[in-house]
């Protein structure tokens, strides 16, 4: 059975900083991916970063600067500089193959964990 859970949410201030962590278990992929996204209040769920078994990364155009993903068997999403418009749901999710930030490439997601940034 693939699990995943988010974890490391909290209420933080514009400008600072947050790290959220997966931990996946059961993953029934050869090479595959550990994706992040979240879905703000009114709006569509949206990719945040991603990175591969192989290592490799890729990141929101938007977001690029500010976010880094990373992994130790855990995979960590640092989220530095907060906006009030980085407050959502934030989920981790996996899929095989490449990685990708369109919510249709993965096939398994956990609960989300809410990060909420005051301004």
């Known amino acids: 059975e693939v699990q995943l859970q988010a974890s490391g949410g909290g209420l933080v201030q514009a400008g600072g900083s947050l790290r959220l962590s997966c931990a996946a278990s059961?993953?029934?992929?050869?090479?595959?991916?550990i994706g992040w996204f979240r879905r703000a209040p009114g709006k569509e769920r949206e990719g945040v970063a991603c990175i591969s078994s192989r290592g490799r990364t890729l990141y929101a155009d938007s977001l690029k600067g500010r976010i880094y993903v990373f992994s130790d068997g855990n995979v960590y999403l640092q989220m530095n500089s907060l906006k009030p418009e980085d407050t959502a749901v934030y989920y981790c999710a996996t899929g095989s193959g490449f990685c990708g930030l369109w919510t249709d490439e993965y096939s398994h997601w956990g609960q989300g964990t809410q990060v909420t940034v005051s301004s």
């Open positions: 059961g993953i029934p992929f050869d090479d595959y991916k």
